[in-house]
């Protein structure tokens, strides 16, 4: 299995600018998560989904937007790149929600 | 929404003991838990402890709660250079679907 893989790792945007992160699943998990990290911050849940066809904000949603329509992919997009946005974004998905969220690598956005 | 909170650093010698601290917000959580993330790298689950518990030990880590204080502790024994990361602790608030972490804990093991 090759757990949750994420692209691109790295990302340079020019504000105004949209992208798709990428982030899929080979563990039949029915729960995924986006999160970003910012220094000192830890981490920010931006959204979730429970299953396919169904998603949730979290604490950070504005300027995002996601769906679910396989059980393998949530993909997040930034529709209008802006400053604030620059941050390390990792997604995660679990079988039993809260319980052992396995994480992918990350995705380094830089937004100027 | 409330913070869990941690102190961002934490400096050992080699072979010395580490406690990194947490205090959590959700009196109702099932599970508290440690994630490590190592450098460049996404978290990693550590370990947990059931609500009901007051001590859970995994060989060199011992997980301390305090349900009256809303306190969690991570202690590791023997520290060594590989543990040095950022260590966060996490609860699921008020819900089973999802985690609040706190804002990490960074541990430079020096020599």
């Known amino acids: 299995n090759a757990g949750v893989t994420q692209t691109p790792k790295f990302r340079i945007l020019k504000i105004g600018q949209s992208m798709t992160l990428q982030c899929t699943q080979d563990?039949?998990?029915?729960?995924m998560y986006w999160y970003r990290q910012d220094p000192g911050m830890g981490l920010k849940l931006i959204y979730y989904?429970?299953?396919?066809?169904?998603?949730d904000k979290g604490e950070v949603p504005n300027g995002y937007n996601v769906s679910r329509s396989t059980t393998e992919d949530f993909p997040l997009r930034l529709e209008l790149a802006a400053p604030s946005q620059t941050s390390v974004y990792f997604c995660?998905?679990?079988?039993?929600?809260?319980?052992?969220?396995?994480f992918g690598p990350g995705t380094r956005l830089t937004v100027t | 929404g409330e913070d869990v909170e941690q102190s961002l650093f934490l400096s050992v010698r080699e072979g010395d003991s580490s406690v990194i601290n947490c205090t959590y917000t959700?009196?109702?959580?099932?599970?508290l838990y440690w994630y490590k993330q190592e450098p460049g790298a996404g978290l990693q689950l550590l370990t947990y402890?059931?609500?009901?518990?007051d001590m859970k030990q995994d060989q060199r880590l011992t997980v301390l709660l305090n349900k009256k204080d809303k306190h969690l502790s991570l202690r590791i024994a023997d520290t060594q250079t590989g543990d040095s990361a950022i260590y966060f602790c996490?609860?699921?608030?008020?819900?089973?679907?999802?985690?609040?972490f706190g804002t990490g804990t960074r541990l430079q093991v020096t020599l």
């Open positions: 996490a609860e699921p608030p008020g819900t089973a679907s999802k985690l609040t």
């Open positions: 402890i059931f609500s009901n518990m």
């Open positions: 989904s429970v299953g396919a066809g169904i998603t």
């Open positions: 995660a998905s679990s079988w039993q929600g809260a319980h052992e969220q396995y």
């Open positions: 959700d009196s109702s959580s099932t599970y």
């Open positions: 563990m039949n998990h029915n729960y």
